[in-house]
C-alpha cells in the first residue's frame, strides 16, 4: 500500500521560502515517478513539478520555473520541493503524487496522493 506524507508547509511572506517534503513508503520509491500539484480554493488541482524515477528529467509548471526546485533522495525515499521567491499566488494546498507505472516518463497522470499540506503566503 503506497503512502505519501508531507510535510514543511506552513505561512511565508512573500518572497520568502519554503522547501516541502514527501516520504514515501509501500513500494520501491526509486522506481517511480514522483511529482507535487497544488490545489488553490476555489480552483482545480494543477501540476507543478514533476521528476523521473532516477531525477534526471525534470518538469515545471510555466509560473514556477526559476524559483522552485523539485528533487528525490531515493535512498531515504524522499521527495522535496524547494520553493523560493514566493508568491501569493503560490498559495494553496500541495499534494505529493506518484505513479502507477514502473519507470514513468510521463507527468501528466497521477494515481496516488497525499493528504496535503497548506502554504499560505502573504503580501
Known amino acids: 500500500q503506497v503512502q505519501l506524507v508531507e510535510s514543511g508547509g506552513g505561512l511565508v511572506q512573500a518572497g520568502g521560502s519554503l522547501r516541502l517534503s514527501c516520504a514515501a513508503s509501500g513500494r520501491t520509491f526509486s522506481r517511480y515517478a514522483m511529482g507535487w500539484l497544488r490545489q488553490a480554493p476555489g480552483k482545480e488541482r494543477e501540476f507543478v513539478a514533476g521528476?523521473?524515477?532516477?531525477?534526471?528529467?525534470?518538469d515545471y509548471t510555466d509560473s514556477v520555473k526559476g524559483r522552485f526546485t523539485i528533487s528525490r533522495e531515493n535512498a531515504k525515499n524522499t521527495v522535496y520541493l524547494q520553493m523560493n521567491s514566493l508568491k501569493p499566488e503560490d498559495t494553496a494546498v500541495y499534494y505529493c503524487?506518484?505513479?502507477?507505472?514502473?519507470?514513468?516518463?510521463?507527468?501528466?497522470?497521477?494515481?496516488?496522493w497525499g493528504q496535503g499540506t497548506q502554504v499560505t503566503v502573504s503580501s
Open positions: 521528476i523521473s524515477w532516477g531525477g534526471g528529467t525534470t
Open positions: 503524487a506518484t505513479q502507477a507505472v514502473l519507470y514513468g516518463t510521463s507527468f501528466l497522470k497521477w494515481d496516488y
